[in-house]
Structures are given as C-alpha cells and as structure tokens.
C-alpha cells in the first residue's frame, strides 16, 4: 500500500500546487499551438483517475497467493479496466499500458504503474512550479552618473521612461531599454548643491509632472513636457524637511489627486487637489504674466484656504519620529505611515465625512519597521521588520498580524508586493532576496546575487511589476535583476537562443544554429531531429551561417573571428581567419563563384578566394574597392552577373561591380535631404527627386560627413534582397532590391535607376526588423524584436518607376506571433506545391507554418507531423467550401452580343482589382492562388466569392477566335404573349399611401445636453468654468485698480 498510498497523496496535494498559476509579467500573448500541454495532453486518461480508480487497479493486480506478482498483459489489462474502473475506453487503456511498458516486455505490474503515474505528476508539479516562482536573468549594474546616493527610482508611463534622483540632485533620465539618454541637475535656487540635497521624488503622471524634495523645507514641481524640465511651482516654508513623498490621483476622474508627505519632526501632510488638470494652485493676481516664471507658494497660504483648487490635510502622531514612508491608499481612503519606533510603527489616518480632523488608528511593532507595502485585492499590509520578520496585517485588526513570514536572518529593510502573482519580495540588510507566496505564507525563492560588499549602504527597493524589473540601488550604484520570458512550458528546438536558420533543397532538411554553438539538422516533413553538432566554435555564438552553390558544404560564422566550412558528416574542411586571431562579430557570409564574402564588424568587405584554399588556415585577402561606408557594413546582396550591394549601419547602400570589385553609387534615403542642404556650397547641378543616389566619383565631398538624421531613427540596414525573379527591370523600370533594418521600415529600391521607389513601415514601434523573400518574389515576410511575423504580397508592388515615392503598404496576408522573443532568421522554402515559411527565434524555438492560415509547428515537439497531410486537409475544407456555392453562379455564358461583350469586359475588368483587397476569409483563396499557378501557370480563372473571374497573363494572351454558335430558337416568354395580364395598370382606389405623423407631434421632450450627459459631470463641468470665471474677474478687477 505505501506506492498506493503515495499516489493519494499526490493527486490530493496536485491541485494545490496548481491553485494559482499566473503568467509572466507582461509576457506576450502564446500562439495557439505552442505549450507542450498539447504534447502531454490534458485529456489523457491517467489525468482524469481519482483515489477510488487506483484503489480498483491495485485490487485487481493483487494476488490471491502471498508474495506473488501479478502481471497482465496488453489484452489482459485493456480488458480488465475498461470493466473494473468503469471509465474510458478499451483503446485508452491499451495507449496507457504502451506508456508504462518501455521496456516492451508485453506485460506490467503494479510497480510499474504506480512508478509512470509517479513519475507524471512529479513532472506536472514541476511545470506548476515552473509557472509560479519566476527566473531571473543575471545581476545587471546599469552605467550611471549618480555621484551620491540614489533616493528614487520611478517609471513614466506616459513617455515610457525611467527616472532616478540622487542626493546631489541630478536627475538621469533612462529609455525603457534602460540606456541613459540624458542627465539633468535639478536645484531649486542657487544654493550651493553641498547645501542642498534632494530626499524624494514622485511622479504626477496626470498632471505631466515631477515633485522633488528638498532638505531647505520646500518641493518642487518640475513640467515634463519641456525637455529643460522648468520648475513651475515651488512650495515652500514647510515645519519640517520632507523625506518621503507619494502621489495618488483617480484614473477615472484625473482632476482629483492627492500628494501626501512626511517629515522629520513626524508630521504625515497631504494635499489634496481638486482640479489638478487645470492647475494645482491658483496663480495670485500679482504674479509675472509669463506663464514659464516659477510661482512660489507658501505652506501658510495651503492652510489658511486661499487656494480654493486643493486644500491640506495633516497629523502628529508619529510624535517626533521621522516618517519613513507613506502612502495614500484609495481603497481604505487612508493614509498610511510609518515609523523606525515601536510605537505606533504603522499609523492609519482618515477623514470621516462632515469632519475636518483626520481619525487615526496605529499598530505597536517591536522594534518598528523600515518599510510596508499595501495589496488592495487581498486587503492586507506587509511590513518589514527591524526584528528579522515581515508581518501581515489586516487594515482593521490592529491587536495582532494575520500572519508572520519567518526565513531572514537580518532586518528586512523593504518590502513589496507581487500584485498580479498574489506575491511578495521581501529584501534584508544582509542582502538577501526572499519571494513569498502569501497563500500559503511561505518562501519559495531565495536569492544571494553578487550584491557590492560594502557594510554601509543606504538601500533602494524598487520592483517595476509592469516590465518585470527589480532594481536594488546601493549607495549610487543601481542593480537590475530582470525576469526572463515564461518560455518554461514552450517547447524548444534549442538549449540557447537560435541565431540563424537555412533550408537545404538538396536532402530536404532544416538546419539552425545557436549561441551555443550548436548545429542541428531537421526533417522538414515530420519535425524529427536527425543529428547535432556541438561544439563547432568551442563555446563561442554562432552568428551566422550559408550553404555553398551546390548545398553540399555549410558555411559558420562565429563570434571567435572564423568561419569554417563543412561537410554534412561533421568534417571541418577549413577555417577562414576573418578576424585575425581576434572576436568580430560576423553579421553575413556570401558565397559567390570565386569569392566568398563575409561583413559584419568593419567599413570594408573582408574576402577569400577558393581557388587559394590549398591549406586548412585560411587567411584573408585584399578587396580591391577598399573602404567606402561611412559605418559597418550588417549585410550583401548578389544580383547576376556582376552586381553588389552592400548595406551599412548608418542606412547607406552602396553598388559594386562584383568583377571589378569597384564601387560606382550609393544609395541612401536621406541624400534628397543633403542635397537641398549643400546645394550651393558643392555647386551641383538640379538634381530630380528620384535622386536619391550619388554617383561615387561625384560624390567625393560628402564621404566625410555624417548624414543628420532623426537621431531616435535607426536607418541600419540589416538584410538586403535582390528581386532575380522580375525581369526586364531595366527596361520597364520597378523595383530589384529590398532593405530592411531599422526603426521597422522596408525599402523598395531601382538600382538602374538609382532610384528609391517605395518605403512603408512594416512593424511600427518595434526596432530593427528583418525579413525574407520566395524565389519567385511574389511574398515578402517580415519579423520583429517581438516574435511577430507578417506576410506581405508584393508581385504586383512597385512594377513602375515613379517620380513620387510610394509609401503604401502592399497587401498583407498574415500577421500572427509564433515566437516570444525576437525573430533572428527566416527562411522561405517550397515543399511540393506548397510554400513554407520557417523562422527562428531567440526564444530557443524554430517554427514552420504555411504562407496563408497553416498550423504554426515547432520543432522539438514531441507529435510530430505531417505537412502534406495538414495541407490536404485545408484543401479539403476548401474544397468543401467551393462546393457549397451554386452551379448557376459557376456557369459562364459564351454567348454575347457586341454589346453584351464590352459590358462584361468592363464588369471584368472592374473585378480583377478587386482581388487584391484583403479579407481575413481570403487567406485560403491566396494559398490556392499560389498552387494552381506552381500547377499550371496557362491557367487564367480564379475563383473568388462565387464567381469565376478571369486574369489573363498579358491582354490578349488568352483570347479565341472562331466562329460564333448559332443561337436556338427561344420561345417567347409569357409576358410577351400576354402583356394585359402582367401589366395591367391597378385602379386608383386600391393605391394606399401611408401618413407618417409630424415630428413635433410624437416629440415627448425637446432635446439638450442634459438629456445626454449624467448630472455628475454636467455639475463638474459647471463648477470648473464657474471657478475659472470667478479668477478671471479677480485678476481684471485687481488689474483696473492697480492702473488706476
């Protein structure tokens, strides 16, 4: 009984573990298809046994012999417990039994079962777990310039921005990739800063400002939309020096707002605005006009009432004691305090209504408390406590916590909660990180990062629940510990990130790469893993990698400075010094007749000849055209028979003629801008707007110089395509390349003309991006830093050379998000008549889906599949869709007259520019598209919301001659016959016209805006312009006198 009794208390506790599994912060939304719970199954049968199940089972395994094994077989065992257990099938059971039986003995016994169905919830508690305590990414010490101790850190959401604050009052200013983009000195008069230190920092994000504290008693209010950050409010003479400060206001009406503060005299103080849209003080009649000037306010006038838009409210109890904290919470519409005494440690203070004086309650804590934190859902407050505990409180039982977290062995000096997780991280002086589950009011993290050593600190906790960002700031250094993706119960392809993704035409293969340094190979078909090679560059990324022409030899570029070349057996035949004994990184390798290219780290290309390779080292040669980017050079492209384009971080492109190895243009989408600039300075002559370009030999004077461009935008371009499958470009114009890279933008460039044809942001707000092109460029699919993928179709895009740049997006097909972190390769491929698009992800997944409504796979999943059998399905469904319209609408009449025959040709015409509006229920209809073309290209109808549509290849390529049938005798229809019967005019009598009533007659109330609007609003609405009519006369008034 001791494994039966084991398995009871499993499936009893199983669902306790899985109580509350909550997902990451902010993780992006799963693509349906990808958790492994479709590999484990949730519906399997072991799933759904309870107690009294195992408890039949195990009967009817026990023997009526002592000591004696009982064993069944598959037959025996399907049998017996579809009778005995009384639930699922015989077919179920015999799935089960191959589960346990392994080892393939054809048999299994009690041991066995109990040890699989063991095994199995251990590793579903595993994955609950997994889903509950969050991972972190390594201590990060993020590059300041605080010179003093750091007293706030904050997050703007409005800009998506981060601020910290020092004591010596400079103010960094942190973009959301936490880079620091600009440091500020913040200082409210011209006191020495030695003088002057700043305590405390808040953000009024409805009001589009920032309060900071000062120890000469006053606060400042700076204006976040100006980038000087001018102080327009400066609140002085207070009792005492403010230490700590919070801000509230009310998302659903944002004139309402509370700013409470405490001091070191142990005075809570809030000010409470009404209009804080508006204005957050009255400005007196006697101040500057200029709206810029700083107005000073004096804590006398807040209290005395003269400021009718906000009015004070305060407290002593704390009794000299210097406030550590506050807080002022909505949902107990309460203040909240705190105190290093033991004396009233925690202090409540409400107003009751009709009473002007605050009510207080306090708790008694031994020793007091550094720090508390308030969770509005579960109703409690956790403190952290000079004696080693965190304590739990309900707001109203102040005799006793509710609960008490024991596990640190030094004061807990801060406290927060987890809100979204029912959480809360709890961190000690001995700078020990502990996450609790207040469920069950235990540790389940522990974490002792590599925190500075120092023994006197002064300790910022700070934890940004939106982004899953904890930031601990010790003195001036500012500690980051981030959470990684909930990638736990996504099924991955890799151990590490995948960086690069190729399609081998040759064996029908897949093969990817990672930071790992690992390369896998893959069937394509079932998603099966047929072999590995680890180690390749000893531990170093493997950036990049490219097949040879015939397929047969791939090609790794690493981080270590070398590319090697090898066989599909594991062989390296050699190794490419491109960094000279020294780390590059290595964006591209290109693989030409007698060249082979590689770019990445540097303005030049670096260059091998295969026809040197007569050693295993190989070191690099000369590229004859020498250095002409400005910046790195990220990416090439090769356009037979000689052309080159090359892109560079700073957005240029330059051509060369690949024989020559000499560069003869540039392009870039900025040089227009130049131009217009420098125009009379280089003396050029009229340029046309489609000169994008410069002709090297013309454009010697602006090498030198950097383009000034937007300097949020990132015109790196990070992947260059050639269009090989438009022809006759030079001729008839349109566009042969395409760029991508940053700030989301694809180009569509004429390299004939020189020319930028198109440019349309394909990812709007989501970085660099990269992208991938079919052989027959007819799709374009793009990825993004996100894990997001769009397809786009571009056959028809750009086929002309216009003068004005187009920046329409062509028609997208699809958008979906297959990965959880950013998209690093793409790969497009054909498998029999199908097109498959395949994408790599630094969330260690490769996934397969088709161009239009295919399953997403992953490779690495446990089911493989079938890809021919997935697709005939949707052709099935297709064609049961086809099938369900009428033949009379599938019938095409051959028979017109003159007439009849330019009516339909226009209706046809019309029709044909109608396919290309995109339709969610049009993604089947392209997929077909693209298979009866790959079948057939002589085929010209198209079906398309129930009528055939024909789309010629060319004018009159699909026109017959002949001579027309003779029509058959048509007997005359009735109406002709007997025309009285049908349109026999009916008397007048019988002719009713129905009498509408007036408007005004069935109008019950006349109509105005207090029938719209509720009577709070309209009440609001009428004060706010009753307050600011009142000001106004005040000031016109006062004005007149002051003239006179």
Not at 635 to 648: D, I
């Amino acid at each position: 009984m001791e494994r039966g009794e084991a398995i009871m208390s499993r499936q009893d506790s199983a669902p306790e573990l899985s109580m509350e599994p909550q997902p990451g912060p902010g993780g992006p939304e799963k693509t349906a298809g990808l958790t492994t719970d479709e590999d484990c199954g949730t519906d399997l049968l072991e799933n759904h046994l309870d107690v009294d199940d195992f408890v039949k089972i195990q009967g009817a395994f026990e023997s009526l012999e002592p000591r004696k094994i009982n064993c069944m077989s598959r037959e025996e065992f399907m049998q017996k417990m579809a009778e005995i257990v009384g639930r699922g099938t015989q077919e179920e059971y015999g799935k089960l039994f191959d589960k346990v039986d392994v080892a393939q003995d054809g048999f299994i016994n009690w041991d066995k079962l109990t040890s699989f169905i063991l095994l199995s919830l251990y590793e579903k508690d595993e994955q609950t777990k997994a889903t509950v305590v969050p991972r972190w990414k390594d201590l990060e010490f993020l590059q300041g310039k605080h010179k003093d101790t750091i007293q706030k850190v904050i997050f703007l959401k409005s800009s998506s921005r981060y601020i910290t604050i020092s004591k010596e009052g400079l103010l960094g200013i942190w973009g959301e990739n936490l880079k620091l983009q600009e440091t500020l000195p913040i200082t409210s008069d011209a006191t020495k800063l030695k003088h002057l230190w700043v305590t405390s920092l808040v953000s009024l994000e409805n009001a589009n400002k920032i309060a900071v504290a000062f120890t000469s008693k006053e606060i400042c209010f700076y204006d976040l939309l100006s980038k000087e950050f001018p102080c327009q409010y400066k609140l002085q003479g207070l009792k005492g020096t403010p230490i700590c400060m919070d801000y509230w206001y009310n998302h659903l009406d944002a004139n309402e707002s509370v700013l409470s503060f405490g001091d070191i005299t142990g005075k809570v103080q809030a000010v409470a605005f009404t209009a804080a849209l508006i204005s957050l003080f009255e400005r007196p009649v006697t101040a500057c006009e200029d709206e810029e000037a700083t107005m000073t306010i004096s804590w006398e006038e807040l209290l005395s009432g003269c400021h009718r838009c906000c009015h004070v409210l305060e407290h002593k109890l704390h009794r000299g004691d210097w406030v550590r904290q506050v807080m002022y919470n909505a949902s107990l519409d309460a203040i909240i305090s705190s105190t290093t005494n033991n004396t009233n440690a925690v202090v409540l203070a409400w107003r009751e209504k009709s009473k002007k004086h605050l009510k207080m309650t306090s708790f008694n804590i031994a020793q007091g408390i550094h720090g508390f934190d308030y969770h509005s859902q579960l109703n409690l407050i956790a403190t952290a406590g000079i004696n080693n505990k965190v304590c739990l409180w309900n707001p109203y039982v102040v005799s006793k916590p509710v609960g008490v977290l024991w596990g640190h062995s030094a004061s807990v000096i801060a406290v927060q909660f987890f809100a979204e997780r029912k959480q809360l991280f709890s961190f000690s002086i001995d700078k020990i990180l502990r996450l609790w589950d207040i469920h069950h009011q235990l540790s389940i993290q522990r974490l002792a990062c590599s925190f500075p050593k120092s023994q006197d600190f002064r300790c910022l906790f700070h934890f940004d629940e939106t982004h899953g960002r904890l930031f601990i700031a010790f003195n001036n250094q500012l500690a980051l510990l981030a959470m990684k993706n909930e990638t736990n119960r996504r099924v991955k392809s890799h151990t590490k990130a995948v960086t690069c993704v190729l399609y081998n035409s040759l064996l029908k293969q897949i093969i990817s790469s990672d930071a790992g340094s690992t390369v896998s190979f893959w069937m394509i078909n079932t998603g099966q893993k047929i072999k590995q090679f680890t180690g390749c560059h000893g531990n170093a990324e493997i950036s990049t990698m490219v097949l040879d022409a015939n397929e047969t030899r791939l090609l790794t570029g690493s981080t270590d400075g070398t590319v090697k070349i090898w066989d599909f057996n594991g062989y390296c035949h050699h190794t490419l010094n491109v960094g000279q004994d020294g780390a590059v990184d290595i964006s591209q390798i290109l693989v030409l007749k007698k060249t082979i290219l590689v770019t990445g780290w540097e303005r030049v290309i670096t260059v091998f000849r295969p026809q040197n390779f007569d050693q295993f080292f190989i070191q690099s040669e000369e590229w004859k055209g020498g250095i002409q980017h400005q910046d790195d050079i990220l990416c090439a492209a090769f356009l037979p028979p000689q052309t080159l384009a090359t892109g560079s971080y700073d957005g240029e492109i330059i051509l060369w003629n690949n024989s020559t190895e000499n560069a003869h243009h540039v392009l870039h989408p900025y040089y227009e801008r130049l131009l217009k600039a420098k125009s009379e300075r280089q003396k050029l002559c009229s340029v046309e707007q489609r000169g994008s370009t410069y002709h090297i030999a013309d454009q010697a004077p602006f090498t030198a110089q950097t383009f000034e461009t937007d300097p949020e935008a990132n015109n790196a371009v990070v992947r260059l395509c050639f269009l090989e499958a438009r022809k006759n470009i030079a001729a008839m114009g349109g566009a042969n390349l395409v760029s991508c890279g940053g700030s989301g933008y694809v180009r569509f460039w004429d390299t004939f003309k020189k020319q930028l044809l198109a440019e349309f942001l394909a990812h709007s707000g989501a970085g660099s991006i990269t992208m991938c092109i079919d052989k027959l460029n007819r799709y374009l699919t793009t990825g993004d830093l996100d894990g997001c993928l769009k397809i786009w179709n571009i056959e028809e895009y750009c086929l002309d050379s216009n003068k004005k740049k187009i920046t329409q997006t062509p028609t997208l097909i699809r958008s979906f998000q297959p990965h959880e972190d950013q998209i690093t390769s793409l790969e497009m491929c054909e498998w029999g008549e199908h097109l498959l698009i395949i994408s790599a992800s630094a969330d260690c997944s490769i996934c397969v889906t088709g161009v239009c409504g295919a399953p997403v796979w992953i490779f690495g999943q446990a089911k493989h599949w079938r890809i021919g059998n997935c697709f005939s399905v949707l052709e099935r469904d297709t064609n049961f869709m086809e099938s369900e319209i009428p033949e009379e609408s599938m019938r095409v009449n051959t028979l017109y007259s003159k007439d009849s025959t330019e009516h339909s040709l226009l209706n046809k015409h019309e029709k044909d520019d109608s396919i290309h509006i995109v339709r969610p229920s049009e993604d089947i209809n392209l997929g077909i598209k693209y298979k009866e073309r790959n079948i057939d290209k002589k085929k010209s109808h198209k079906l398309y919301y129930g009528e055939i549509i024909q789309k010629p290849d060319s004018a009159f390529r699909s026109l017959s001659i002949g001579t027309l049938t003779e029509l058959p005798e048509v007997n005359k229809p009735a109406f002709l016959l007997d025309p009285e019967k049908y349109f026999r005019k009916e008397p007048e009598e019988h002719l009713r016209i129905t009498e509408f009533p007036l408007l005004s007659e069935t109008l019950k109330a006349v109509f105005d805006e207090k029938n719209l609007f509720p009577k709070e609003i309209l009440d609001r609405e009428r004060k706010a312009k009753q307050l600011c009519q009142e000001i106004t006369c005040e000031v016109k008034i006062k004005r007149n006198k002051k003239q006179l």
